[in-house]
């Protein structure tokens, strides 16, 4: 099973920029679809970003665009969440995700790292 591990998460002001990482503990993951969720506290997890499996296509939700970049490094079976601009609303627990080729729903998630921006 592909494990996940997320790290950088911490505390920011408004209008800073932090730069989340999800290793993956296997080099296939460069065939999946890795994503970034949030859930932040009394809503639903919420889509954020997602970088495709092969092409490495990516698609943000509209609240991040602009804002945020994903990226991969498969050399170092790590996908990074560069955001920037951060405002209080973004505060969350972010996730990361893989998706299967094929699949219809993310199969793996990592176990969240905490990003809180102060106003």
């Known amino acids: 099973q592909v494990q996940l591990v997320e790290s950088g998460g911490g505390l920011v002001q408004a209008g800073g920029s932090l730069r989340l990482s999800c290793a993956a503990s296997?080099?296939?993951?460069?065939?999946?679809?890795m994503g970034w969720f949030r859930q932040a506290p009394g809503k639903e997890r919420e889509f954020v970003a997602v970088?495709?499996?092969?092409?490495?296509?990516?698609n943000y939700a509209d609240a991040v665009k602009g804002r945020f970049t994903i990226s991969r490094d498969s050399a170092k079976n790590t996908v990074y969440l560069q955001m920037n601009s951060l405002k209080p609303e973004d505060t969350a627990v972010y996730y990361c995700?893989?998706?299967?080729?094929?699949?219809?729903?993310?199969?793996?998630w990592g176990q969240g790292t905490q990003v809180t921006v102060s106003s």
């Open positions: 970088i495709r499996g092969g092409g490495g296509s990516t």
């Open positions: 296997e080099r296939t993951f460069r065939t999946y679809d």
């Open positions: 995700a893989a998706r299967v080729l094929l699949r219809t729903q993310y199969d793996y």
